[in-house]
């Protein structure tokens, strides 16, 4: 299985070189050169098989010959082991037709753990393979951070560094990254937006001197190897629910277009997946997008959901990628004018290939507080922001003959002061996290500045 670059020009790499590198040479993000295909009878027999079963089924043929069938399902036992929740993905009924896959279970309480956990142990088996130290560094608007330094804390062969916005995460998210003692693990707080903070991580990775010096490598949600951990807990959900007999809908709330990416890729291996429904806060930039056709970007507008704070969606490239044929030609011409222009204008004939797998929703700051407050007094359920943004818009378009699956991207302990002024109620932290608040913080904060970002790599690993 190789993987080519979305910008058409950089090398076409095996799994295990497309993981590493994360960002492609020439810009562009890595893609699977053809998807792997489930037939009806690969998924009916995924019922009842465990998480880990699942995924090791769903993702092998993604993976080719960089494992070999032991190492590979050894790598994903270990990664889903720190879940507190035995079914890793545990599915909860809202309403008639209407379900939550909880996807919180993890370390650090938000999805980003299915993805982050299993690339720490892809990364240790490849590089202790081939004996090299890498420097990971990642840019945060708060959950991949954590998720990123949880999974690789203590890891010798690795340094990661990670920025996020200078206050504007949560305290919970804030701790979690700075709270780790290991001294190969970095928390920088960048004055600036989480837009900002991904910028100078490509900007970074563009500087092909300092990049191949500290032999930087990339685990943002660009990175194919997380997506491709999204992609099983859509068949582990859709399977319980009686898929492949029966067809079933999605909504994920959305920030970098990565998590319902990775549900557009099981749909093409074969799940009989209905709609996609992307859910979005105020920053709406791929609800305006897949309203008009006009992908345009403005200022970022902190929210009571700052997981989905941005204005550019990096993942989003690859759903280009493949509405424009494959063309890497034409999704250059469309970054060129992002850059330029700060936006492009899609032509209907794309707009309707997008809107044939992609719907989409838009929920308020009041909306979001509102459905907080109604789904807890309705069913006793506490959400987190961004789950709630996903429950309105499923609950605003879901048909009500197939069933649809919600996201709960993050645990709502996670989000405390939100879901306390839309319940009066404060959910605790779970009982193995319980002293987050007591332990020493360490971070450094810096410029939003490249030069300044790159001196202090260099200086600490
Ligand atoms: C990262 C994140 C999102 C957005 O996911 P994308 O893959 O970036 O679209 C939503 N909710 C939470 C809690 C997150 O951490």
New binding site residues.
Partial sequence: MMYVSTRGTAPVLPFQDAMRTGLARDGGLYVPQSIPQMSHADIAALAGLSYEEIAFRVMRPFVGDTFTDAEFGDIITKAYANFGHSARAPLVQLDNNHFLLELFHGPTL???DFAMQLIGQLFQVVLTRLGERITIVTAT????GSAAMEAFRGLDAVDVFVMFPHGRVSEVQRRQMTTPSESNVHALAVDGHFDDCQARLKDMFNDFEFRDGVKLAGVN?INWARVLAQVVYYFSSAVQLGAPQRKVSFT?????????FAGYIAKQMGLPIDRLVVATNQNDILHRCLTTGAYQTGDVSPSI?P??DIQVSS?FERALFDAYDRDGASVVQLMEHLKTQGGFDLSQGILDRLRDHFDSGRVSEDETLAEITASFASRAELL?P?SAIGVRVADQQRDVNTPMITLA??HPAKFPDAVERATGVRPPLPARMADLYDRDERVTRVANDLEALKAIVKERI
């Fill in positions: 938000a999805f980003k608007s708060g959950d991949t949600s994920v709330p959305t920030g970098n277009f990565g998590d319902i959901s997981s989905m993942n987190c961004h991207t993050a």
